[in-house]
């Protein structure tokens, strides 16, 4: 087991992008967090910019990089180079170390989560301020998976076989928040290098609480518009077949602006499906269109269509602009270009809250 210790330092034009545009850094409370999260409330950068890292982090798209962690090979202490910085003025003196201050307050958060737990599996630090951790579960965590069923006996994996992540996300409301999931420990690097592109992009997330919050309850995590990862569970009406969230390889991300589509049986039939044809295939021949057949009879026939959860309904129409929501462009390709594949693409019901890696390419 080693410690994967990523630190993008600022290049020149970085710093220049940063001093340009960082401006009104403050802290503001929060009576809503937990005392868990520490007695500091969320962070507010309001209109603050930060600088892209000079290099992609590491563990890109191959999926054969995202078992880094299991390999004892050694990382350096640094990546990417030391950059030159012209002197600043006192402004920028003062920003910088507002900016430093927040980033600070962002680890020490996430780092108190951990606090007691085995060696990291994965510590990433972006120079945009973002910071993550994954370590072995916890027994903490552990206890309250048993308890909430959200893992038992019977499950396709040990408890071994997962990690427990810790890292910042951008809120709906503009803060910084810490945030936890537990993934497959194979996805550890991916998953938490992935959330750090989504940083670094400002994309909003809702929250991203335990599953056991909500007793191990899919349909209680998305009503609540929940980011969340492994949960033990059959899929959606098919009951004694795993879902790849009981794998630690799938994650949910801001369910209600990304909803589940699927066609209702009873519909179909009424217009003359024959139960047995894949339901893309019978739309396509009512002329619906092969790209996107489901999401375009959801969107005309909504009474005919199961979306959940029913809080997703305004979110049909993927072309209107939303915070947290999930389309083709950079934000995908943060986990795509890491081997997950994206069920908004799915042919015979659509996703666009999920994104997976099939177990078996772990293996």
């Not at 060696?119 to 301020?129: I, N, S, T």
């Not at 995908?332 to 099939?358: C, I, M, P």
Request: glycine content about 10%; overall charge neutral.
């Amino acid at each position: 087991m080693f410690v994967l210790r990523v630190l993008l330092s600022f290049s020149l034009a970085a710093a220049l992008a940063f001093s340009m545009g960082c401006a009104g850094l403050h802290q503001g409370g929060d009576g809503n967090k937990s005392a868990a999260e520490g007695a500091v409330g969320p962070l507010s950068l309001n209109g603050a910019g930060f600088p892209p890292p000079d290099l992609p982090p590491p563990g890109g798209g191959e999926l054969a990089a995202l078992s880094a962690v299991d390999r004892p090979a050694a990382v350096p202490q640094s990546y990417g180079r030391e950059a030159s910085v012209p002197q600043a003025s006192e402004r920028q003196a003062s920003e910088r170390q507002a900016f430093d201050a927040v980033v600070g307050e962002l680890e020490r958060r996430v780092r108190g989560k951990v606090s007691g737990a085995t060696e990291p599996l994965v510590e990433y630090r972006g120079a945009d301020g973002f910071f993550g951790m994954a370590v072995p579960v916890p027994k903490s965590v552990e206890l309250e998976m048993r308890l909430k069923k959200s893992w038992r006996e019977g499950c396709p994996v040990p408890i071994s076989d997962l990690s427990y992540l810790v890292l910042g996300y951008w809120d709906f409301d503009g803060k910084p928040q810490i945030g936890e999931l537990v993934v497959h420990r194979k996805l550890a690097l991916a998953m938490v290098t992935a959330f750090g592109e989504l940083y670094a992009l400002r994309f909003s997330i809702d929250r991203m609480e335990p599953i056991e919050r909500y007793d191990g309850d899919d349909d209680r995590s998305m009503e609540a518009n929940n980011t969340s990862a492994f949960n033990c569970r059959d899929v959606a009406g098919r009951p004694g077949v795993f879902s790849n969230h009981s794998y630690g390889t799938a994650i949910d991300i801001n369910p209600v602006q990304n909803p589940f589509l699927v066609p209702k049986n009873e519909a179909l039939k009424a217009l003359g499906w024959n139960g047995t044809e894949k339901k893309a295939d019978f739309l396509e021949r009512l002329g619906y269109p092969h790209i996107g057949t489901v999401a375009s009879f959801c969107e005309k026939q909504v009474a005919n269509c199961r979306v959940s959860p029913s809080k997703g309904l305004p979110f049909l129409d993927r072309t209107n602009p939303a915070p947290g929501l999930l389309v083709e462009g950079p934000v995908l390709q943060a986990f795509t270009s890491r081997g997950f594949e994206w069920g908004g693409l799915w042919r015979n019901s659509v996703d666009y809250q999920h994104l997976e890696v099939k177990p078996a390419k772990l293996r």
